[in-house]
C-alpha cells in the first residue's frame, strides 16, 4: 500500500450513525438491514461512541429482549469513545 494514502482516501464515505437513545435492537435491525458491522454513535448530532455487531453479539440474548427487566439495552450508558 502507497504510504502516501491518507484517511481520507480509504474511509467509508456513508457512515450510517444512531442516536446514542436507540434500542440496542433498532442498532441490530440497522446493521442487519444495510448489512454493515458498525456504527457510528451520536448524542445532539456530534460522534460519541461506535457499536460494533462483535459487540452486540457478546450480549446475553435477555439483554437485547425490548422487554428486558433491566431496561438498560440502549446506548446512554457504557459508550466507548471513539
Partial sequence: ??????ARDVME??????ESSSKVSD????????NIWSLVVERDGLPVG?????CVEALPW??????????N????N????A
Fill in 27 to 34: 442498532a441490530i435491525r440497522q446493521m442487519v438491514s444495510s
Fill in 1 to 6: 500500500m502507497p504510504a502516501s494514502l491518507t
Fill in 13 to 18: 464515505k456513508n457512515v450510517l450513525m444512531i
Fill in 50 to 54: 461506535v457499536v460494533r455487531s462483535g
Fill in 62 to 71: 435477555q439483554e437485547l429482549d425490548a422487554g428486558s427487566s433491566r431496561g
Fill in 78 to 81: 457504557n459508550l466507548g469513545t
Fill in 73 to 76: 439495552n440502549d446506548f446512554s
